[in-house]
C-alpha cells in the first residue's frame, strides 16, 4: 500500500533522511520511534507531500504525487498537532471542511456520537482542553476516510483516559483497513496498539519490530539501539 523507495531528504548541506527504504501494508498500526531530531517529523511530512525529497520516490497503491496529484492527497490524512486547528472555529466546522474536501461517504453525526463528542463539538477550538482537540483531530482522521493515517506525537500531554480513547478509535480504524502510521515518545502505548514499530537512525529505519515474530519491547530495542549521546 505504501512505498517508500530510497528517499533522502537535505536541508542545505544537512542530510535528515538517506536512502531510507520501507513498504507498509494495510490493517496496520505501526509505530515510529526515534529521539528528537532523528527525522521523525520530517519523514511524515515527506509522506504526506508537504516536503519534497532530494531523491527517492514514495507511492500510495501504486500512485505518487507526480503521477497523480489528486488521488495521493486524497488517499492519505495527515495530523501533525492540534495547533493547525482554527482556534475561532467549532470542532463540527473543521469535521465538515474535512468530509467536504476529501469527498467522503462518511456520516459526520455519527463519528460525532460513536467518539461521544456531541458535548463539545459544537465549541470554538479555543475553548477546548487539549484531550477535546485530540478527539477532534481523531474525528477528522475518521471522517476524511483516507487509506493512510499519518500521526506526529498524538499521545503527547494527554491523561490515560484520553490515551485509552483515541488508542481504541486507531484500532478501529485499522480494523477498516487503514493503515496508521504514528511517532510517539511513549513506548509502552506503542507496543499495546502497534503491529509494528520502525526505529529511525542514521537517516534511515535501522530496525523494524514486528510483533508476530518478536517478543521484545520498544523500550529494550532503544535502549539497545541509541546511547546516552544519540537522545540528548
Not at 6 to 12: C, L, M, P, Q
Not at 137 to 149: F, G, R
Not at 188 to 198: E, G, M, P, R
Request: proline share 3%.
Amino acid at each position: 500500500m505504501l512505498l517508500i523507495k530510497n528517499i533522502s531528504v537535505h536541508y542545505g548541506k544537512r542530510i535528515i533522511l538517506e536512502k531510507l527504504a520501507i513498504e507498509l501494508n494495510s490493517s496496520e498500526i505501526i509505530g515510529l520511534v526515534a529521539p528528537n531530531g532523528a527525522g521523525k517529523t520530517t519523514l511524515l511530512r515527506t509522506i504526506a507531500g508537504l516536503i519534497r525529497p532530494n531523491s527517492g520516490e514514495i507511492a500510495i497503491n501504486g500512485l505518487s504525487v507526480a503521477t497523480n496529484r489528486q488521488a495521493y492527497y486524497k488517499s492519505l490524512y495527515f495530523v501533525e498537532s492540534n495547533q493547525t486547528l482554527y482556534p475561532n472555529l467549532k470542532g463540527i466546522d473543521h469535521l465538515n471542511y474535512v468530509k467536504a474536501m476529501w469527498h467522503s461517504s462518511v456520516d459526520v453525526e455519527e463519528v460525532i456520537k460513536d467518539l461521544a463528542i456531541k458535548k463539545y463539538v459544537n465549541r470554538p477550538i479555543k475553548k477546548l482542553s487539549l484531550g477535546m482537540k485530540q478527539q477532534i483531530l481523531i474525528a477528522m482522521c475518521i471522517v476524511s476516510d483516507a487509506d493512510i493515517i499519518l500521526l506526529d506525537e498524538p499521545m503527547n500531554g494527554l491523561d490515560p483516559t484520553n490515551m485509552k480513547n483515541i488508542s481504541e478509535q486507531l484500532i478501529k480504524l485499522k480494523n477498516k483497513g487503514k493503515l496508521i502510521l504514528f511517532s510517539s515518545h511513549i513506548l509502552s502505548n506503542v507496543d499495546k496498539i502497534s503491529d509494528k514499530v520502525l526505529f529511525l537512525k542514521n537517516k534511515k529505519i535501522d530496525y523494524l519490530l514486528d510483533f508476530e515474530k518478536e517478543t521484545l519491547s520498544s523500550e529494550v530495542v532503544y535502549e539497545q539501539l541509541f546511547t546516552r549521546e544519540d537522545i540528548s
